[in-house]
Nanobody, 125 residues
Framework: QVQLVESGGGVVQPGGSLRLSCAAS????????MAWYRQAPGKQRELVAH???????NYADSVKGRFTISRDNAKNTVYLQMNSLKPEDTAVYYC???????????????????WGQGTQVTVSS
């Protein structure tokens, strides 16, 4: 079994900052891409940012220059530093990871996708 556990959400005023964390645990051989998605009420889930195992990052246009994704491979953890937050950033934020659970998975190129339970971020004055 693999679990992704997010933390760090909350309520913040516009212009404020939050840092989200997501730790993966369980039967993990290696973790490839890790990502953050978000879903606002009445909207589809959207990709916020993702990072490869080697540290290559990609961001949604709406968060470029304000959010930074990073990871600690030794801790199987991904972070999302969110600065200059806006009301439109309000959403449930979900962690996502592409995981290989064993050496045989790795040799066979077999990855499994996992999601965290989500953490609420509310930007409001």
């Amino acid at each position: 079994q693999v679990q992704l556990v997010e933390s760090g959400g909350g309520v913040v005023q516009p212009g404020g900052s939050l840092r989200l964390s997501c730790a993966a645990s369980g039967s993990i051989f290696s973790i490839y891409t890790m990502a953050w998605y978000r879903q606002a009420p009445g909207k589809q889930r959207e990709l916020v940012a993702h990072i490869t195992r080697g540290g290559v990052t990609n961001y949604a246009d709406s968060v470029k220059g304000r959010f930074t994704i990073s990871r600690d491979n030794a801790k199987n953890t991904v972070y999302l530093q969110m600065n200059s937050l806006k009301p439109e950033d309000t959403a449930v934020y979900y962690c996502n990871a592409e995981i290989r659970r064993s050496n045989s998975d790795d040799l066979g190129g077999i990855s499994y996708e996992y999601w965290g339970q989500g953490t609420q971020v509310t930007v409001s004055s």
